[in-house]
């Protein structure tokens, strides 16, 4: 393909690559240590070490649509959750918070959600991985939240455990 004749300048500050935009804001957080959570009760999970925050719109545990940004973002949230002692896992839920509502889509268990629940009443799990990739739209000022619970066989507080726990996002490009 030619553009241009010889000798010719091309300048592609002007191009319809850069005034598409990019996908910002962006942001991509973990956690430093493991969460224990109270057994069978939903809690919200805190992240408190940031790798990236483009526009400082993650504070607080949640990240809120800065100004002039509204639109729409793709995340992903994971947490491991894990026994402590011998208090072996039985169910867990992972779910999207938004505007402090948990984010369904029209039913209980939608796109931005995840649960696992145990065929056996014994079993012996120890840990289990929670994983929800979805989009959602932000209005300036929305804010999106994670929350876990987690049951065990015999009632004790199971955690999040800091490795393999983050989550990130950013705003698509419109």
């Avoid at 393909?1 to 002007?14: Q, R, V």
């Avoid at 526009?55 to 940004?69: E, I, L, R």
């Avoid at 011998?86 to 169910?91: H, T």
Wanted: proline share 3%.
């Amino acid at each position: 393909i030619s553009i241009g004749e010889s000798g010719d300048t091309i300048n592609l500050a002007g191009s319809a690559y850069a005034a598409a935009g990019v996908n910002t804001p962006a942001f991509a957080v973990a956690k430093s240590a493991a969460q224990t959570l109270t057994n069978n009760t939903t809690t919200k999970i805190t992240f408190d070490t940031e790798y990236l925050d483009t526009a400082n719109a993650f504070a607080s545990d949640k990240f809120t649509c800065p100004s002039g940004q509204a639109g729409n973002y793709i995340m992903k949230m994971s947490l491991l959750f894990y026994k402590n002692a011998a208090n072996y896992i039985r169910a867990t839920e992972l779910a999207v918070y938004k505007n402090g509502a948990p984010l369904n889509y029209g039913n209980d268990l939608g796109p931005a959600n995840h649960s696992y629940i145990s065929d056996s009443g014994d079993a012996d799990i120890t840990q289990i991985q929670a994983q929800s990739t979805f989009l959602v739209t932000l209005a300036e000022g929305d804010y999106v939240e994670c929350y876990g619970k987690a049951i065990t066989v015999n009632s004790s507080n199971p955690s999040v455990y800091n490795y393999y726990t983050s989550w990130h996002g950013f705003k698509l490009i419109q």
